[in-house]
Antibody, heavy 119, light 107 residues
């Protein structure tokens, strides 16, 4: 079964850091761009960023709201993607999903991991 | 950034009704447009990719059309299990952007 599973969410104070992990199974991520998308409670979907594959030089891109604070990286040997979040703000509170870009659409999606930034 | 304007933000329809959602891009995105379904507490699910292609396993009552800046998503005969929020998404360029969502309810 093709699956993504996120982990690493939790409660963190403003200004803190958190690292999210995304484990893939049933497929190899090395040929795919991996994206992160978040959703605040009761709100819509917000793209966070992406990392492309090795042939595309692992190029990254980020939403303006997280640029300079968040970093996406990947370990193709472990079939994992990661989201390092620094200088967290209360407005970063959301469910964070990892997903794969496949033939134009995002599929599959993980179940999401909740990040709560609060003092 | 490309803005995606989705309408309506919510709708209520009867079982068996035809439901149409529109999405307008702020500039030409060719056919780089996807549609997702999200049920409460669940991750989004890809329904339509590249504007009009039905994802494998998705019922044929779902369809999409359009290119350039104007796109349409249709449920030909609304079923109770279709209650969800639907999102359009462009991937022509980064940042990837989503429409605001359409919440579909049963009347």
């Amino acid at each position: 079964e093709v699956q993504l599973v996120e982990s690493g969410g939790g409660l963190v104070q403003p200004g803190g850091s958190l690292k999210l992990s995304c484990a893939a199974s049933g497929f190899i991520i090395s040929g795919s761009a991996m994206h992160w998308v978040r959703q605040a409670s009761g709100k819509g979907l917000e793209w966070v960023g992406r990392i492309r594959s090795k042939p595309n030089n692992y190029a990254t891109a980020y939403a303006a709201s997280v640029r300079g604070r968040f970093t996406i990286f990947r370990d193709d040997l472990k079939n994992m993607a990661y989201l390092q979040m620094n200088s967290l703000k209360t407005e970063d509170t959301a469910v964070y999903y990892c997903t794969r870009l496949l033939s134009g659409g995002f599929d599959p999606w993980g179940q999401g991991t909740l990040v709560t930034v609060s003092s | 950034d490309i803005q995606m304007t989705q309408s309506p933000s919510s709708l209520s329809a009867s079982v068996g009704d035809r439901v149409t959602i529109t999405c307008q891009a702020s500039r030409d995105i060719s056919n780089y447009l996807n549609w997702y379904q999200q049920k409460p507490g669940r991750a989004p699910k890809l329904l339509i990719y590249d504007a009009s292609n039905l994802e494998t396993g998705v019922p044929s009552r779902f369809s999409g059309s359009g290119s350039g800046t104007d796109f349409t998503f249709t449920i030909s005969s609304l079923q109770p299990e279709d209650i969800a929020t639907y999102y359009c998404q462009q991937y022509d360029n980064v940042p990837v952007t989503f429409g605001g969502g359409t919440k579909v309810e049963i009347k």
